[in-house]
């Protein structure tokens, strides 16, 4: 009794379609001129080579159908008014930013005015107790 329902095409890497037992013994036979019986036990790998490969399709379907969704659910999310939000979020903490830093700018300004004062008043006295 031979297997004639379709399977997975397997193709081979010369671009020949096997999708029955009937045809892979005639590739086998016309490639290696060698009679395989049906009931030969090595006719179970490609069997059971097919069922693999039909399981290997059915977890890919589920990863790209995950990977779409994903990938759907973040385009989705890339919206003109989500962006303008973002883009409005980005320029209010550029200008917290600006603020902040021109504040230290004039924390900066005043304590090199002070240091400077400082170190001209200990000049100051340093040549008064000089010239003494």
């Known amino acids: ?11 081979t890497s010369d671009g020949v379609s096997i ?8 590739y086998l036979h016309s490639e290696h001129g060698i009679s395989v019986d049906v009931h030969d036990p090595i006719m ?14 059915t977890m890919l379907d589920r990863h790209n159908q ?10 989705k999310g890339l919206t003109e008014e989500a962006i ?7 320029v209010r903490l550029t200008d917290r930013t600006h603020q902040e830093f021109e504040r230290q ?7 090199s005015v002070v240091n400077f004062t400082v ?6 006295i340093f040549i008064y107790f000089i010239s003494r």
Do not use: C, H
């Not at 995950?66 to 385009?75: D, K, L, N, P, Y």
């Open 105 to 111: 700018y004039q924390r900066a300004k005043l304590l």
């Open 66 to 75: 995950a990977i779409t969704t994903v990938i759907g659910s973040a385009v």
């Open 1 to 11: 009794m031979t297997e004639q329902t379709p399977s997975p095409v397997v193709e």
């Open 84 to 90: 303008k939000a973002n883009l409005q979020e980005q």
């Open 119 to 124: 170190f001209f008043l200990i000049l100051l």
């Open 44 to 57: 179970m790998q490609f069997t059971m080579n097919r069922v693999f490969l039909g399981d290997y399709q």
């Open 19 to 26: 999708t029955s037992l009937d045809e892979l013994r005639a």
